[in-house]
């Protein structure tokens, strides 16, 4: 029977996922079936269980699952446990019987950070600003860290939370957190990873952010640049969105679950093409 995966989310109908897991198993030449499935908003655990007793073998999941995903693990990864969220579920065994275990990961960051590199960014030495502190932010910090920048600072509109961030990872590099009020730069890189550019909203940002070659990140995507992407294009940043995330982030995913890299280069010029 052909190895079955999916996405799970709710709403899942627009999900990019099925597509580049059908062209990565093309190019590697592995037989698996991968669909989206919307999943109950209260019983995530419960859809997961029922794909796996149908031949489900991995999974990856998305709004608003990660947090439920990580309590549906017997074996979490370090980074997924730091991150208190799952994107990525392997399974071990054979899945029919009673000792296959369920791992889980989180592959946004290292996609996040394969993404930054593709374009060419230094981190290593690197003053990098993330903007938000919600549950995309928390995923990313530590293969961030693992970079060695110079120093990382979080700030986000309720400083309380960027602080409590940064105490939870200070173990693992020179991190802060703050307010947006408490933002000064330069920086090389600036990560936008809140939800603001979804409502067509800027963080409050002084005009100094950006140092002369720095880069500014979104973590989303669309056919056209985000608010924060033009409002950093006007202030010399050269700009990158998160549609090169998505697809590193997925092909971690596929080597979990395959043991295969795939090429993402053309993947992405596709996606690009069809947004
Ligand atoms: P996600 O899973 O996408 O990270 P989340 O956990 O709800 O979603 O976090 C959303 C993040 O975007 C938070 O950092 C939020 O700031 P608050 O913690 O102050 O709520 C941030 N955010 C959302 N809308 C924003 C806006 N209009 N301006 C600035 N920050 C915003």
């Known amino acids: 029977m052909t190895d079955r995966y999916c996405v799970f989310g709710h709403p899942i109908g627009h999900s990019k996922s099925p597509s580049i897991h059908a062209a990565f198993a093309e190019q590697t030449g592995e037989a698996i079936e991968y669909t989206a ?3 109950p908003l209260d019983d995530f655990c419960g859809a997961w269980q029922r794909f796996v007793a149908a031949g489900g073998r991995g999974a990856n999941v998305t709004v608003p ?3 439920d995903a990580f309590r549906c693990c017997d074996v979490l990864s370090t980074r997924a446990r730091r991150a208190g969220a799952v994107n990525t579920l392997v399974l071990s065994g054979n899945g029919k019987s009673s000792d296959f275990k369920v ?3 989180t592959t946004d960051g290292v996609g996040l950070v394969r993404d930054l590199v ?11 600003l993330v903007l938000g502190a919600g549950g995309a932010v928390r995923g990313v910090l530590e293969p961030l860290l693992a970079q060695a920048p110079q120093s990382l600072q979080v700030a986000n509109r309720t400083a309380a939370k960027a602080e409590a961030l940064a105490h939870d990872f200070s173990d693992l590099g020179a991190i802060i957190g703050s307010g947006f009020e408490d933002v000064q730069g330069p920086f090389d890189l600036v990560i936008n990873g809140t939800s603001a550019s979804l409502s067509g909203e800027l963080p409050p940002l002084p005009d100094t952010l950006f140092s002369p070659s720095a880069g500014a990140y979104d973590m989303m995507y669309g056919a056209e640049p985000t608010v924060f992407l033009r409002w950093a294009a ?3 940043a050269g700009t990158m969105d998160g549609l090169g995330m998505l697809v590193e982030q997925a092909a971690e995913s596929f080597f979990q679950w395959r043991g295969k890299r795939s090429d ?6 596709r996606l690009r093409r069809s947004l």
Do not use: C, S
């Open 37 to 39: 499935i919307e999943a």
């Open 65 to 67: 699952f990660k947090e």
């Open 103 to 105: 791992h889980g990961d």
């Open 118 to 128: 593709r374009h060419g960014v230094a981190l290593e030495g690197a003053r990098i």
């Open 234 to 236: 006007a202030r010399g």
């Open 264 to 269: 993402t280069a053309p993947v992405l010029e």
